[in-house]
């Protein structure tokens, strides 16, 4: 017999249901007059730094049909690559976003800035890139992605986690497309032929 | 803030319910195929968004009265339920936003796609949040949910449960889960919480009815921990409050 270890097991995941929005964007299902505003749809104060964008996409399940109950959150960091609460970040970049996909065509959108690179745990840089994660009924664990933008070729073929994905034909999956405007469409697709790359992080 | 972390603890996927569970139907055309792909958590993911009290209304964490008429309470047994959000390592986790979602004690929700005959309650919502004190205590207050019928298999009923939603301090730490009641034989029946792979990892979400911390003449308690991934080091000690 050696000693016990004192660590915990992680509370066990279990489904958002079809009822999320009650809880975390309850003005958005009909339920007012008990928080002033859903939490996370403004993500920018009045001057932040940075390119201004607009991020959309739906989340398309096996049959190539849009969740119309799931729940997006993302987080990202400023313009200079500083996440708020570090030193230095852009008090006007909040960094985390919440949408519930539309009722009825089942798309999300978030308005940001582009974030600038991040520095890896080596020191070496990230490309630009968005956290997002996933769920709804049916989604047992929240989903982890990210959003790289498809327009940083350089970045984005030096950044160390695209590089070490083993089936490079799944990287753009994880690339948001430049539509203009800067409008980046990112559809997330669950399963299928498109299935989007998800982190075990 | 001094980045002394070397990350997340791993997730142990094992304890956790698979992405594909057949005998919850919708989880077939949801799950996604490939295996996920590991990596250690960097940045994007031992930060996240930090939480004040200045956006929490007085009555946020009583369900009991946050969407009732003045004057007016839900229907149904009254509870406390209160605990601690806890990391892997046993340390409580401070500042954590819980938030917290359920149907009436008809088991009916409030929501436009729900059509089970039960009847709403004018007096329910269903909403609550709470952030968590120095040591990662948190409670509300609400009424006990009812059990309510779903579409999967021909005769599926849902136990009695209150979903919940946690931030720790990473946004890699982010969790949703369920919280079910001591005793109920519900529990053994339903294909959500059979996703789960154990009985062991099950019976951590059952949470213990707590005579003593009753309110005598109000309201009985519930006693519910819940544990998010571990950090090692300390890396959020010193974070600043920016949001
Ligand atoms: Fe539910």
Redesign the interface.
């Given at each position: 017999m050696v000693q016990k270890l004192?660590?915990?097991?992680?509370?066990?995941?279990?489904?958002?249901?079809?009822?999320?929005?009650?809880?975390?964007t309850?003005n958005f299902?009909?339920?007012t007059?008990?928080?002033?505003a859903d939490?996370g749809t403004k993500m920018l104060g009045d001057a932040p730094k940075g390119e201004r964008i607009t991020i959309t996409g739906r989340v398309l399940?096996?049959?190539g049909?849009p969740?119309r109950?799931a729940l997006l959150?993302i987080?990202q960091?400023d313009a200079n690559g500083i996440?708020?609460?570090?030193?230095g970040?852009d008090?006007d970049v909040?960094?985390?976003g919440r949408c519930p996909t539309d009722?009825d065509d089942g798309t999300f959108r978030f308005e940001t800035i582009k974030p600038g690179a991040?520095?890896?745990?080596d020191g070496t840089p990230?490309a630009p890139?968005i956290?997002f994660?996933i769920?709804?009924?049916?989604?047992?664990?929240?989903?982890?992605t990210?959003m790289y933008f498809a327009d940083e070729t350089e970045a984005n073929a030096a950044d160390p986690?695209l590089k070490?994905?083993e089936h490079q034909v799944?990287v753009p999956t994880l690339m948001g497309q430049p539509q203009g405007n800067g409008t980046y469409l990112f559809d997330i697709h669950?399963?299928g032929p498109d299935?989007?790359?998800?982190?075990?992080? | 803030m001094t980045d002394k972390t070397s990350g997340l603890f791993h997730r142990d996927r094992s304890w956790h319910p698979a992405a594909l569970t057949p005998p919850y139907k919708t989880s077939i055309k949801r799950s996604p195929a490939a295996a996920p792909i590991s990596m250690p958590s960097t940045l994007s993911e031992d930060t996240g968004p930090v939480f004040t009290r200045d956006i929490l209304g007085p009555q946020d964490a009583d369900l009991i009265h946050n969407f009732a008429s003045e004057g007016q309470s839900a229907i149904g047994p009254r509870i406390i339920v209160y605990g601690r959000v806890l990391d892997e390592t046993g340390r409580g986790v401070p500042n954590a936003l819980v938030e917290v979602w359920q149907a009436n004690a008809g088991g009916r929700y409030r929501h436009k796609k729900e059509s089970y005959l039960a009847p709403l309650d004018p007096n329910f919502g269903g909403c609550g949040r709470v952030i968590t004190d120095a040591h990662g205590n948190y409670e509300f207050r609400t009424i006990q949910p009812g059990p309510y019928p779903w579409p999967n298999g021909p005769n599926d009923w849902r136990p009695a449960h209150i979903h919940f939603s946690i931030f720790g301090a990473s946004f890699g730490q982010r969790l949703i889960t369920q919280m079910y009641f001591e005793d109920d034989p519900m529990i053994w029946q339903c294909p959500i919480v059979g996703t789960i792979p154990s009985r062991e990892a099950i019976e951590t979400l059952v949470a213990a009815l707590d005579m003593r911390r009753t309110v005598p003449m109000d309201a009985r308690a519930y006693k519910f921990d819940i544990v998010l991934r571990g950090v090692r080091q300390t890396m959020f000690e010193n974070r600043m409050e920016g949001l």
């Amino acid at each position: 017999m050696v000693q016990k270890l004192e660590n915990l097991k992680e509370s066990p995941s279990q489904t958002a249901g079809p009822y999320v929005h009650i809880g975390l964007t309850p003005n958005f299902s009909g339920i007012t007059g008990v928080y002033d505003a859903d939490l996370g749809t403004k993500m920018l104060g009045d001057a932040p730094k940075g390119e201004r964008i607009t991020i959309t996409g739906r989340v398309l399940d096996g049959t190539g049909t849009p969740l119309r109950d799931a729940l997006l959150e993302i987080w990202q960091a400023d313009a200079n690559g500083i996440y708020p609460g570090q030193d230095g970040a852009d008090a006007d970049v909040y960094g985390w976003g919440r949408c519930p996909t539309d009722m009825d065509d089942g798309t999300f959108r978030f308005e940001t800035i582009k974030p600038g690179a991040v520095q890896n745990r080596d020191g070496t840089p990230m490309a630009p890139h968005i956290t997002f994660w996933i769920v709804a009924r049916g989604i047992n664990l929240g989903l982890h992605t990210r959003m790289y933008f498809a327009d940083e070729t350089e970045a984005n073929a030096a950044d160390p986690v695209l590089k070490r994905i083993e089936h490079q034909v799944r990287v753009p999956t994880l690339m948001g497309q430049p539509q203009g405007n800067g409008t980046y469409l990112f559809d997330i697709h669950l399963q299928g032929p498109d299935e989007t790359i998800f982190f075990d992080i | 803030m001094t980045d002394k972390t070397s990350g997340l603890f791993h997730r142990d996927r094992s304890w956790h319910p698979a992405a594909l569970t057949p005998p919850y139907k919708t989880s077939i055309k949801r799950s996604p195929a490939a295996a996920p792909i590991s990596m250690p958590s960097t940045l994007s993911e031992d930060t996240g968004p930090v939480f004040t009290r200045d956006i929490l209304g007085p009555q946020d964490a009583d369900l009991i009265h946050n969407f009732a008429s003045e004057g007016q309470s839900a229907i149904g047994p009254r509870i406390i339920v209160y605990g601690r959000v806890l990391d892997e390592t046993g340390r409580g986790v401070p500042n954590a936003l819980v938030e917290v979602w359920q149907a009436n004690a008809g088991g009916r929700y409030r929501h436009k796609k729900e059509s089970y005959l039960a009847p709403l309650d004018p007096n329910f919502g269903g909403c609550g949040r709470v952030i968590t004190d120095a040591h990662g205590n948190y409670e509300f207050r609400t009424i006990q949910p009812g059990p309510y019928p779903w579409p999967n298999g021909p005769n599926d009923w849902r136990p009695a449960h209150i979903h919940f939603s946690i931030f720790g301090a990473s946004f890699g730490q982010r969790l949703i889960t369920q919280m079910y009641f001591e005793d109920d034989p519900m529990i053994w029946q339903c294909p959500i919480v059979g996703t789960i792979p154990s009985r062991e990892a099950i019976e951590t979400l059952v949470a213990a009815l707590d005579m003593r911390r009753t309110v005598p003449m109000d309201a009985r308690a519930y006693k519910f921990d819940i544990v998010l991934r571990g950090v090692r080091q300390t890396m959020f000690e010193n974070r600043m409050e920016g949001l």
